[in-house]
């Protein structure tokens, strides 16, 4: 009889814990849907400010206004935390154009990568090769190269239906394509936008020349989906048509800027970090809404939500909104490296970084054992269609504090228009939808609050019978 009573308590005890959470979802979910921050906050982020790009004026209001917002919400915590950063700058508007004949030409959209040199004074001219991939340089060699212009036009992969895989399969033509083909001779590099919708936005992004000697780097490009297939095929048929292309970009010392990080100290265990975040920094094109202004706003409204809700934290849960993301990843390796030197100890850390739209999940950069643990969660938030789990990459800015026992994780949106807008000069406000932007709020507070509630090595249903 007393073991059927020890059963039947158990039974209510998990059944209460199991409803408060739902509850707590509920309150959470409510309270962002209808009385969100974050599409406020993006509003003005992106059309007041504007694109931020590390070392820019932009960049400073955005630490600006972000840490006064933090001040308002009665944080435990709110201060900046500085780090040296690049500053490169585009200039004047780039141009270019596809030449058949002498004065019968063709105007496309282009625009630098981030990291390029200008071109000289006048611009380039040149043939075109079009290739592939470093292994068609290889191929070709400097006796066909040299002197020309290298036409990178290998598309993102259409039919993965992961398009971040999409992605990176054909982002080192971007990165490093400049510095390969300079080995061959070639004086510029053309690439294909990282895009798989045709149309005519060129998309940025960084490119690296490696340890090239300065004398021996060569302007590097992007050219819009819709010019990169009229470039091919004018190719196809005429080789020796040429390209024009000039753009005035330079690269200036590094200068100084900041994270901007928010607090909640928690109560019980206060020497216990969780972080949420999103990167400050944009590119210059557009105003930078889905990448990464839909994050920042997300991680800002995580800490309100938890105040808002009632939430009190057992741990320290920290927002922490990270500068220069996209052209060196300085604020995330500043973050991790002033963590270290003061022996904090972080147990969990969540990103956003894949723009505002329908959230459907996480992925876990965590151990087989811990992501098991966590998959228990998934009924909480289905009801909200929300419970795609899976082992994966947690964030960039997030990953300088990786360790053995830290569970890293990362928002997953719905992504299959991310790559329309990413990195170019249609990454603007009026591409992200409040509701959804609002779902993201909640998703994220929704598992913070799970991981802050249960930590991240005693996620069992026997613990969750002691709470």
């Known amino acids: ?114 990291g390029s040199i200008a071109t000289p004074n006048g611009g380039v001219k040149a043939h075109v090769v079009e290739v592939k991939s470093k292994e068609d340089l290889e191929a070709l060699g400097s006796e066909i190269i040299e002197g020309k212009i290298v036409f990178f036009n290998r598309p993102m992969q259409a039919d993965l239906i992961n398009t971040f895989e999409s992605y990176s399969g054909c982002v080192d033509q971007r990165y490093s394509g ?3 083909a300079a080995k061959y001779g070639a004086i510029g590099v053309i690439v294909r936008s990282m895009n798989l919708r045709l149309d005519d936005f060129p998309h940025t992004g960084s490119m ?11 302007p590097s490009a992007a050219i819009s989906t819709n010019d990169a297939e009229v470039l ?45 975040g999103g990167h400050l920094d944009s590119w210059d094109l557009g105003d930078g809404s889905h990448d990464d202004g839909a994050g920042v706003v997300q991680s800002m409204d995580v800490l309100r939500l938890l105040k808002e809700s009632g939430i009190k934290p057992k741990r ?30 972080h147990v969990f850390a969540l990103e956003s970084d894949s723009g505002g739209f329908t959230p459907r999940g996480f992925t876990f950069d965590c151990s087989d054992a811990v992501f098991n643990k966590v998959l228990k969660w998934q009924p909480l938030f289905k009801p909200y269609l929300i419970h795609y789990f899976e082992k994966g990459h947690g964030g960039a800015d997030i990953g300088p504090l990786k360790n053995e026992s830290l569970v890293l994780a990362g928002l997953r949106p719905d992504t299959q228009r991310y790559f329309d807008h990413h990195h170019a000069s249609s990454d603007t406000f009026d591409a992200v939808n409040k509701r959804e932007l609002e779902l993201g709020a909640a998703t994220m507070t929704a598992l913070v609050y799970l991981f802050d509630k249960y930590g991240t090595t005693t996620i069992t249903t026997e613990d969750q019978l002691k709470d």
Request: hydrophobic share 35%; charged share 20%.
């Open 316 to 345: 320290s849960i920290r927002v922490v909104l990270f500068m220069n993301e996209e052209n060196g990843l300085r604020g995330g390796k500043k973050y991790a490296e002033v963590a270290k030197s003061k022996g904090e100890n």
């Open 178 to 180: 400049a510095k390969e």
């Open 232 to 276: 091919s095929s004018m190719l196809a048929l005429n080789k020796d048509i040429k390209l024009y292309f000039s753009q005035y970009c330079q690269q200036f010392k590094d200068v100084q800027s900041y994270n901007v990080i928010g607090e909640i100290t928690g109560s019980q265990f206060p020497d216990e970090y969780i972080v949420v």
């Open 1 to 114: 009889m007393k073991q059927l009573i020890f059963l039947f308590s158990i039974l209510i005890s998990f059944h209460c814990s199991a409803q408060s959470d739902a509850d707590n979802f509920k309150t959470i979910y409510s309270t962002a849907l209808t009385n969100g921050k974050s599409y406020e906050w993006l509003d003005y982020l992106s059309n007041q400010i504007g694109g931020r790009l590390s070392g820019s004026l932009n960049a400073e209001k955005a630490v600006a206004y972000t840490k006064a917002e933090l001040d308002s919400l009665g944080l435990d915590k709110v201060w900046l935390q500085p780090v040296m950063v690049p500053r490169w700058v585009r200039g004047a508007p780039e141009f270019a154009y596809i030449e058949t004949s002498p004065g019968k030409t063709t105007s496309v959209n282009i625009c630098a990568l981030g």
């Open 208 to 218: 690296s020349y490696g340890d090239l000697p300065t004398k021996n780097r060569i």
